[in-house]
């Protein structure tokens, strides 16, 4: 098998001693010949896609690789939009075209992990950017196979060893977010996080436990919940909080967009923010600037982190050798009017007694 995990160096003998039938019957097969058997015609088709293998005629009609194939499980949000941004200015400065892709459910691909591969190699594009998705290990397989540049980014599962990825400093941001909170005065914090399964996610969590620890603060198990990184994981997270008989008195929020249901829900049960709950999120978009109130955010370089997949594609294409396979970048949090102290005892949802009283 190891002769035919080189697409560059395969040939039509190295595809019929895979097979075991001669070249001249690969051949055949290869040219639309009709006089093979349809039982050796199968097992012939499915070498010549598994390895990728291409005529001297068809290699010279692969178009040069100016385009990446950027995907994402769906574009319904700030983060995917900024990150999409990055890769967008840095394919214009090197005359790269970019194309989307959408994994979600409803527009699922028909196509198989091997199929998908040689749809890569037949229509030259250069390489694929994965964007918090989950990418299954045969679709890796069938890319490295045919020796197509891959990146993730942020992924939903963890990525093998071997795959390029960019990320940032997800530990470290959910420290920060963490003992923000915790120099406020709050003893009582909350963590709605990702998928549970999310490598940033799990990340996040386990830097809000490093600073509640080092602070000497209990964690709470029934103070953390996952989710999806969207606006109802918060709604629903939220009610659960405010159903307790000690709700929180502060949250850290796993993504921008999950605080924005918090604060939908807040609303609909007249919790006020930051005078009553406190609020966190995690990404630092556009959305945490314009929410009211505007919101505490660990803001993560997603624009940067965008430029620096796409640069992974471009290197990986053009040969370099590249000393590390993981970009982490730096996080920051940037405080806005979503957190304050916690207020003395007045239940939530009350208004606290007016000095005359």
């Given at each position: 098998m190891d002769r035919l995990s080189r697409p560059s160096k395969l040939t039509l003998a190295a595809v019929a001693a895979e097979v075991g039938v001669s070249a001249p019957?690969?051949?055949?097969?290869v040219n639309g010949r009709e006089d093979v058997a349809e039982a050796t015609r199968a097992r012939v088709l499915a070498a010549l896609q598994r390895t990728g293998y291409k005529s001297p005629l068809q290699r010279k009609s692969i178009p040069e690789h100016r385009a990446v194939e950027v995907v994402f499980d769906s574009l319904n949000s700030a983060y995917g939009v900024e990150v999409l941004n990055g890769v967008m200015e840095h394919a214009a400065v090197s005359e790269?075209?970019?194309?989307?892709?959408?994994?979600?459910?409803?527009?699922a691909s028909p196509l198989g992990p091997e199929e998908r591969a040689q749809r890569m190699i037949d229509e030259g594009r250069a390489?694929?950017?994965?964007?918090t998705s989950a990418f299954g290990s045969a679709q890796l397989e069938a890319f490295k196979r045919r020796q197509i540049p891959i990146v993730v980014v942020d992924p939903l599962n963890p990525p093998p060893a071997d795959v390029f990825s960019v990320g940032a400093s997800n530990w470290a941001g959910g420290k920060a977010a963490a003992s923000h909170l915790l120099e406020l005065g709050h003893r009582k914090i909350a963590y709605m996080g990702g998928p549970s399964t999310?490598?940033?996610?799990?990340?996040?969590?386990?830097?809000?436990?490093a600073a509640l620890m080092a602070g000497g603060v209990t964690v709470e198990d029934e103070y953390i919940s996952s989710g999806p990184f969207k606006p109802e994981n918060g709604v629903r997270a939220m009610k659960a909080l405010l159903a307790l008989d000690d709700p929180p008195t502060a949250i850290f929020a796993g993504s921008d967009s999950i605080a924005l249901g918090v604060l939908a829900e807040a609303r609909r049960q007249d919790v006020r923010i930051p005078?009553?709950?406190?609020?966190?999120?995690?990404?630092?978009?556009?959305?945490?600037e314009e929410s009211v109130p505007p919101l505490t955010s660990v803001s993560q370089p997603?624009?940067?982190?965008?430029?620096?997949?796409?640069?992974?594609?471009?290197r990986q294409k053009n040969g370099e050798e590249i000393d590390s396979r993981r970009v982490e970048l730096a996080t920051h949090l940037v405080v806005r009017e979503s957190t304050a102290p916690p207020r003395a005892s007045t239940p939530l949802g009350e208004s606290p007694p007016s000095r005359a009283e």
């Open positions: 019957t690969v051949s055949k097969v790269m075209e970019v194309i989307l892709s959408i994994t979600g459910r409803q527009a390489g694929m950017i994965v964007v999310a490598e940033c996610s799990q990340a996040r969590l386990h830097g809000y436990m005078e009553e709950m406190s609020l966190v999120g995690f990404d630092g978009t556009h959305q945490a997603l624009q940067e982190m965008g430029r620096s997949a796409l640069s992974f594609i471009l």
